[in-house]
């Protein structure tokens, strides 16, 4: 809730703050039947899909309790029943997730419809910068009526947690129907893109960016209508005066990041409008322009490169889809279309035929790049050659005279230093002097503002005066046509009539031109300090009595002046992502930086503390540093070359490594058997804990056994061959004759 502080004693009343939330239904909008099957809901960011899936690992922290305390199942209803929030939303089951908040699918017992209930986690229900966050965005989202966007009806408190109540939209999400079908006709995304355009440009004339523009985000009826979801997750946009702060998220998905959202810089409707080129790009292609290992990869493309083109990568879209497609692409929001409304502008030329979408005239801004590679600057258009040769020409006059420029200054400084020009140097400072318009007879009011744009203060004074009208200058001094300087005062003496005064209206001047206008009426001002949201730091936000009011000399005016938006407290955004914590640092007004650091214990990617630390109160556009692990620190791998087998096992494990063995041949007796002979990696190479260490241990080859033959003595000639005696009382061993057959008889 706003809260505000007064500087001094006041008479009158406080401030009718208009930000309060209020609920609002919209029962005029047709009620769907009941769902009795699975449907999309209004939100496909808040899971499900390619680019809105989050497991219940990253998430799950701190749910058990709510889900346990709610009494929430998977299923349409748990034992005890339905959960019924306000007396009024009986939830049914869950139907999606995201990085803030689970999504319900459930009846509204009053009106008899389906509605999804989007519920704040317990890590962030229990911090009240978040709550009071989650309410400026339920009101903010349901000032949004328009055809393509999904209402929001209500908001409320629950069992120690938040929920939002939206429209629930029976269809499929575009991220599902471009993962199931392809790329879309080109016609048809392109119908598809000039939806979301309208809805992003009617958010945008309200205050409002989305920040997560992707196909998760869109839905599509089965007539075909086209509705964005998620506008509850955006936050008001500061006034134009300040840069807007970008919340890109929940959560900014990495594939659909502007260049601006993934440095971690403030963003503005443009950003949405790149959002939505990646959206397209992906419709003609089937495929977003940008690709990688991980997110920051991703990231790192959308900064540095430039999207492939549409027509070499395959698409079949005429040259002008193409061009509006890089336009929107640009690098630099300079180079985008300036509002969605000149996007629609270009698809509208498209779909009617008009394909070239050349400029009405050499000053217009609205129409698309060239196709092909795109450049840099992606320009107004497509140029003719005619166009080409008369550029070509204008840069060579114009490098000539720079040439001519330069040759002269040079003359110049070569008797400069010869002492041809001996004049002193002139010390008089030029003044930008102006001319005092004529304001007799002027009304106040246009009188002070054509002196403001002069860059003239103004002193006022009020004297009944009967021969000019009431608030009318009847003289001024100096005198019209006389020339002063910038920010001299010139003093106006203004027609009080024959009654009192009228109030100035200072709503939206600064305070100290607000306070100055008021004094010199001869008003009493006291100031108090109100936080808002939405209007910039310094700027009046209300005053009391109001403007046009009749008021005496001396009378007491109380003016309320913004101090920007409420001070947050950092989340603890420890073991989350790195670009889901980025995505709510920015979301919060905050620029994100990242600094990697070893950690044994956090997994690499995961972001380990903040610096400022969590719950740390920051102003909006302060730095807020994200520590995020790299993993585990790399140590050297010990020297195991010549060691055994075994010792050199236990040395590798000891220090923390794996260890896989092969076996390599070695001649026979080698010294290097059962010992290491290489390693890879090499010794004292860094490398993470765990990596798996090789070595290859020698095995000498094993001689072949031999056996050596018997021993003989030639006997002496003549000697009769020894034999051996047969033992006593054994006859001598004598070989039988060899058995014969008998040849069959002649005969």
């Not at 003044?431 to 005092?436: A, I, Q, S, T, Y």
């Not at 100031?527 to 001396?554: K, T």
């Not at 190479?685 to 095995?699: H, L, M, N, S, W």
């Amino acid at each position: 809730m706003s809260t505000w502080r007064r500087r001094t004693l006041p008479t009158g009343s406080g401030p009718r703050h208009a930000s309060r939330c209020r609920r609002r239904g919209r029962p005029g909008r047709p009620v769907p039947p009941w769902p009795t099957g699975a449907a999309a809901g209004p939100s496909p960011s808040e899971g499900g899909g390619r680019d809105g899936e989050r497991s219940r690992a990253t998430w799950g922290r701190g749910r058990g309790e709510r889900d346990a305390a709610l009494r929430i199942e998977s299923g349409p209803m748990s034992a005890q029943g339905p959960t019924v929030f306000s007396g009024r939303y009986e939830l049914h089951r869950q139907i999606a997730r995201g990085g803030m908040a689970d999504v319900y699918l459930a009846r509204d017992q009053l009106l008899d419809r389906p509605v999804a209930v989007k519920v704040l986690f317990n890590e962030f229900a229990d911090d009240p910068s978040f709550v009071e966050r989650f309410r400026r965005e339920a009101q903010a989202a349901a000032n949004l009526n328009h055809p393509n966007i999904v209402g929001v009806y209500d908001w409320g408190e629950e069992q120690g947690t938040y929920f939002i109540v939206m429209e629930y939209v029976e269809g499929r999400s575009l991220a599902d129907i471009l993962r199931t079908q392809g790329p879309l006709h080109p016609d048809r995304a392109a119908e598809v893109a000039t939806d979301v355009a309208a809805a992003l440009g009617f958010a945008h004339r309200n205050g409002l960016v989305h920040r997560d523009v992707k196909p998760g985000n869109v839905l599509v009826t089965a007539n075909g209508h086209v509705k964005v979801a998620d506008f509850g997750i955006a936050t008001a946009m500061v006034g134009t005066q300040t840069e807007l702060t970008q919340a890109g998220t929940v959560m900014g998905t990495a594939t659909y990041f502007s260049p601006e959202q993934a440095q971690g810089r403030p963003v503005d409707p443009r950003s949405d409008l790149y959002a939505l080129g990646v959206v397209l790009y992906e419709m003609l292609l089937g495929r977003p322009p940008f690709s990688g290992d991980s997110p920051l990869a991703v990231a790192y493309q959308h900064v540095q490169e430039g999207p492939p083109p549409l027509r070499a990568s395959g698409a079949a879209v005429a040259e002008s889809l193409e061009a509006i497609t890089l336009k929107l692409l640009a690098k630099n929001p300079v180079n985008r279309y300036p509002t969605a409304e000149d996007l629609r502008s270009d698809l509208r030329r498209y779909r009617e035929g008009a394909h070239d979408l050349r400029p009405a005239s050499p000053t217009g801004a609205r129409a698309a790049a060239p196709a092909g590679p795109p450049p840099v600057d992606y320009g107004r258009g497509s140029r003719n050659r005619r166009d080409d040769g008369w550029r070509r020409t204008l840069l060579f006059f114009v490098g000539l005279a720079a040439l001519v420029v330069a040759l002269a200054y040079a003359v110049v400084e070569f008797f400069d230093t010869l002492g041809v020009n001996d004049d002193p140097p002139s010390t008089t400072e030029v003044v930008d002097r102006v001319e005092v318009p004529t304001l007799i007879g002027m009304p106040m009011d246009e009188a002070r503002e054509l002196l403001r744009d002069a860059k003239l203060s103004v002193q006022m004074d009020y004297e009944v005066n009967n021969e000019f009208a009431e608030n009318t200058v009847f003289d001024q001094d100096p005198a019209a046509g006389t020339k002063v300087e910038q920010a001299d005062t010139v003093r106006l003496w203004v027609s009080q009539g024959t009654g009192p005064m009228v109030l100035l209206d200072v709503v939206g001047d600064a305070q100290a031109d607000a306070v100055r206008d008021l004094e010199s009426m001869g008003l009493v001002v006291d100031v108090f300090d109100l936080e808002d949201p939405v209007v910039p730091m310094g700027q009046v936000i209300e005053q009391n009595p109001p403007a046009g009011s009749p008021v005496e000399p001396g009378a007491r005016i109380v003016v309320f002046v913004s101090t920007g938006p409420p001070v947050e407290r950092i989340p603890d955004l420890a073991d989350r992502p790195v670009l889901d914590a980025m995505n709510i640092v920015v979301q919060l007004g905050w620029r994100a930086t990242t600094l990697e650091e070893h950690s044994e214990e956090v997994p690499e990617g995961i972001v380990i503390r903040t610096e400022p630390l969590s719950r740390t109160e920051l102003a909006p556009g302060e730095e807020v540093t994200i520590v995020v692990s790299s993993g585990p620190a790399p140590v050297p791998v010990p020297p195991v070359v010549s060691l055994t087998q075994d010792s050199a096992t236990v040395a590798l494990e000891a220090a923390g490594f794996e260890v896989n063995v092969r076996f390599e041949a070695l001649p026979a007796n080698s010294p290097n058997d059962g010992r290491v002979i290489s390693q890879s990696p090499l010794p004292d190479e860094q490398v993470a804990v765990g990596t798996a260490v090789t070595i290859v241990v020698g095995e000498a080859e094993v001689p072949p056994e031999t056996t050596a033959a018997p021993e003989t003595t030639a006997a002496p000639e003549g000697a009769a061959p020894e034999t051996t005696a047969a033992p006593e009382g054994t006859a001598p061993e004598t070989t039988a004759a060899p058995e014969t057959t008998a040849a069959p008889a002649e005969g």
